[in-house]
């Protein structure tokens, strides 16, 4: 009977020790900043459903490693679009993203843009053995703006440019290729050095 009692003792206290915790884990979840990432397809059809879940994807993987910020995913900004009842809604303007920030419960919305700066091919036929070499560049910017959900005042703003290429002989075909290769390998490139731009900068910003 006494075993049993100090069992029970037992567990009642690591019942109490894991209440606490949990009280204070919670306390430091609403604590930090809470970011939400709005990178959506824009009606310009520049940036596709492949370009924003890349740009989602490298921006949460690099900021979920910062522990006085709480990323926010996309499936939790989309149950808020189906709250407002907008679905999908490929035009993401700076007022939808608000009113789903405030529904979700964020500080800042992280939003991303997508630009075409180019696309160049140069010739070399001076390679016998290869035959026609044919090099195909394409550059792209990516820009990220930090909006502060309840003023709407766009608190950090970068940009970066990314250069993706791939060579071809008369062999191949530059057709070939898989569709939005080199525009995915552009948009890795910038986001490479965008990611910690905008990490580095939420570190030393003052909330």
Not at 20 to 33: L, P, S
Not at 79 to 108: C, F, P, S, W
Request: charged content about 30%.
């Amino acid at each position: 009977m006494i075993e049993f009692r100090n069992l029970t003792f037992k567990v009642l206290i690591l019942m109490v020790f894991l209440a606490a915790f949990c009280v204070e884990t919670k306390a430091a979840e609403d604590n930090r900043v809470r970011i939400g990432i709005t990178v959506y397809p824009d009606s310009g059809k520049e940036m596709s459903e492949q370009d924003a879940q890349l740009i989602t994807n490298m921006l949460t993987h690099e900021l979920a490693e910062n522990k006085n910020i709480r990323v926010f995913e996309r499936w939790q900004l989309d149950a808020a679009l189906r709250e407002l009842d907008l679905g999908h809604n490929a035009n993401m303007d700076e007022r939808t993203i608000m009113e789903v920030g405030k529904i979700v419960g964020l500080q800042y919305a992280l939003i991303g843009s997508l630009d075409f700066l180019g696309r160049k091919e140069s010739r070399n036929d001076l390679i016998i053995i290869r035959g026609d070499v044919t090099t195909v560049e394409e550059k792209y910017a990516v820009s990220i703006r930090m909006l502060d959900v309840t003023t709407g005042e766009v608190r950090l703003s970068f940009a970066e440019d990314g250069n993706a290429s791939e060579v071809f002989t008369n062999f191949q075909s530059a057709s070939s290729r898989e569709t939005g290769a080199l525009k995915a390998q552009a948009i890795r490139d910038a986001m490479s050095r965008l990611t910690k731009r905008v990490s580095d900068a939420l570190t030393r910003e003052s909330f």
